[in-house]
């Protein structure tokens, strides 16, 4: 069984940074699609940022010019760097992976940004 990780979540006041990291196990084969989702209280779980075949890399408008995805080669893991962070961007940090037809989640990391 596939398990996503993830860490680097806290509070932070505006105009602050955070990494997030997400680490997967549970499977010798590397998902070729990884990324990131929020989830602010009262809203829709939305895409953040994704790497597709570590060729493509899709970032939501809201993430353009501020926060950066990457993933070392060969591993299941991916980053997020999250710059210039605003109020709106407190929500629930999920990770997330596909392998075949599965996605896999995790459990969520809180991103708080004061203002």
């Known amino acids: 069984q596939v398990q996503l990780v993830e860490s680097g979540g806290g509070l932070v006041q505006t105009g602050g940074s955070l990494r997030l990291a997400c680490a997967a196990s549970g499977t010798r084969f590397i998902m070729p699609t990884m990324g990131w989702y929020r989830q602010a209280p009262g809203k829709q779980r939305e895409l953040v940022a994704v790497k597709i075949n570590s060729a493509r890399t899709d970032y939501a408008d809201f993430a353009k010019g501020r926060f950066t995805i990457t993933r070392e080669n060969s591993k299941n893991s991916v980053s997020l760097q999250m710059t210039s962070l605003e109020p709106e961007d407190t929500a629930v940090y999920y990770c997330?992976?596909?392998?075949?037809?599965?996605?896999?989640w995790g459990q969520g990391t809180q991103v708080t940004v004061s203002s």
């Open positions: 997330y992976g596909r392998l075949g037809s599965e996605y896999d």
